[in-house]
């Protein structure tokens, strides 16, 4: 797991200090205390959120076998069209390409 409860709490901590400092510019220290406890419950939810996103990115990062298999099966089913449609001229497939892509962008704008 990426972090602890601890680590929500440094944040909320964090968090707390900061705000409490910059609220006692504009308002009773009292205010600015409770400015600051609620700031920090926020933070402390935040650091669990942005937690769980972290480790899912880790969690996903650390299984790179199953997109490579993906990429790979496109590019094989890439390699085999292009060889049961041999090109004679390289001037033909561009136009073609161009003539697709304008077509595909004009289906986009279009919806």
Same mark, same amino acid.
Not at 17 to 29: D, F, G, K, N, R
């Given at each position: *797991?990426?972090?602890?409860?601890? @680590?929500?709490?440094? +944040?909320? +901590?964090?968090?707390?200090?900061? $705000? &409490? ?12 205390? *409770?400015?600051?406890? $609620? @700031? *920090?419950?926020l &933070?402390? *939810? ?20 199953e997109?490579? @298999? ?25 136009? $073609? ?7 595909? $962008? ?6």
């Open positions: *797991m990426a972090g602890t409860w601890r @680590t929500n709490a440094l +944040a909320a +901590a964090c968090g707390l200090v900061i $705000v &409490y400092l910059l609220a006692l510019t504009a308002v009773p220290p009292e205010r600015a205390f *409770m400015r600051a406890l $609620v @700031t *920090m419950a &933070y402390f *939810m935040l650091a669990f959120i942005f937690r769980k996103a972290f480790e899912a990115l880790r969690r996903e990062q650390s299984f790179p076998e997109a490579d @298999t993906d990429n790979d099966a496109a590019a094989e089913t890439a390699a085999a069209e292009e060889t049961e449609a041999p090109s004679t001229n390289e001037a033909e497939d561009d136009t $073609v390409d161009g003539e697709e892509t304008a077509r595909f $962008v004009k289906q986009l704008i279009n919806e």
